[in-house]
């Protein structure tokens, strides 16, 4: 079975969005508002700066409007800041760009707009934006990071990793840069060195559940059991609801072909409902417990496969049959009905729906159902006959 791949989903996570190296837009050492860069000419900013500092962050704005409305570049920048901040990332964006229109080169202004267009997860502009950010500062960190992380996320993992390694060139054992190359890596089709990278973080970082998520996954893909089981197990012991881990472990059960681990397994995924949204993985499941001694675990497979596909034939059929098995005759007759609906010419359908139905006292429809299995399959109905006599 292979991982659930992709981008932020359960299986795989793509990156720490609250963990870039960037906190604000400004950055710590560039921010002309902390106090230690220049100061502000024109009167308006700087009285915006006061009511900022007073926590009037409105005010602040209203107070800027005139000045970025003349183009200013301070005016400008602090209106992104303060929106940001604001959580108003679609505004703090547009102020950037304004502000990069007016000065193409300023330093912050497409790396600040690339910042708040990757918050709101509008990776292709952001990634447009911080192309141009690491032209106009190539020795900063900053942009090459957030460039890298844009790049994962449209899909560009192998332009993506070059940006990493400028990244850990100019800010070497950078762990979040060492993250984006082992998700590049893993990306590109290379989950072994990835694993490599994913294992060295979690040394410092041993109950990190991004880091345990995406090294399963990359152990998984590498198709190396020991540590499938190893990391599944650590994440568990970290969220034990982890889907990741019980889907993995489930899939070590079905390859191993150990029916009553698998039934364990499952009743853990019924359990965090990660079962309907994976119909592979539930069939592999219902497929593996047939071989198991306990009926009733498979049935809840099959019949969890069938409330997320109701035309899957074998699943119904095989359905019916346990149900039948079971003593829910009643439950079996619908079941094989609904395969008859499916398939009109299914001999072995029809048969088992007659069955049912003369066991529920239904003599006519077992009779009529008996007739059509017979005219579909001669040979088959004599057969069944015999066997059942």
Not at 161 to 187: E, I, M, Q, T
Not at 264 to 276: E, K, S, V
Not at 277 to 304: F, H, N, V
Request: charged share 30%; glycine share 6%.
């Amino acid at each position: 079975m292979d991982e659930n791949k992709g981008g932020t989903t359960a299986a795989f996570w793509v990156w720490f969005q609250d963990e870039e190296p960037v906190s604000s837009p400004l950055g710590s050492e560039s921010d002309p508002f902390s106090g230690r860069g220049r100061a502000a000419s024109n009167p308006d900013v700087v009285e915006a700066i006061r009511l900022r500092t007073e926590g009037r962050e409105e005010e602040a704005l209203d107070r800027l409007q005139r000045a970025a409305g003349d183009g200013d570049e301070d005016a400008l920048l602090l209106c992104g800041q303060i929106c940001f901040e604001l959580g108003e990332l679609g505004a703090a964006a547009e102020w950037y760009h304004r502000l990069f229109e007016q000065q193409p080169n300023h330093p912050l202004a497409s790396q600040n707009e690339g910042l708040c267009l990757g918050r709101l997860r509008r990776w292709a502009e952001a990634r447009e934006c911080l192309g141009r950010a690491v032209i106009v500062n190539p020795e900063r960190p900053e942009p090459w990071f957030l460039l890298g992380i844009s790049l994962l996320h449209v899909g560009r993992a192998p332009e993506s990793r070059p940006c990493f390694d400028r990244v850990l060139k100019l800010k070497p054992d950078y762990a979040p840069a060492l993250f984006g190359r082992a998700v590049a890596l893993h990306l590109e089709g290379q989950p072994g060195e990835a694993l490599e990278i994913y294992e060295l973080l979690l040394e410092d970082q041993p109950e990190k559940e991004e880091l345990l998520t995406n090294a399963l996954a990359a152990a998984r893909r590498a198709r190396d059991a020991a540590k499938v089981n190893s990391l599944a197990s650590r994440l568990l012991a970290v969220k034990p609801e982890a889907e990741a881990a019980l889907k993995a472990l489930a899939c070590l059960a079905i390859e191993a072909r150990d029916a009553e681990q698998a039934a364990a397994w499952l009743d853990r995924l019924h359990d965090a409902g990660a079962l309907n949204a994976d119909q592979p993985l539930t069939e592999s499941l219902a497929l593996c417990l047939m071989g198991g001694k306990r009926r009733e675990p498979e049935r809840r497979a099959w019949k969890t496969l069938i409330q997320a596909a109701p035309r899957h034939e074998y699943g119904l059929f095989r359905l019916a049959t346990l149900e039948h098995q079971l003593g829910d005759t009643a439950t079996a007759a619908e079941m094989f009905a609904r395969c008859v609906a499916l398939r009109e010419d299914w001999p072995e359908a029809w048969w088992n729906l007659a069955g049912c139905r003369w066991k529920m006292g239904d003599r006519e429809g077992a009779m009529a159902a008996l007739a059509t299995a017979r005219d579909l399959d001669p040979a088959l109905a004599t057969a069944l006959a015999s066997a059942a006599r």
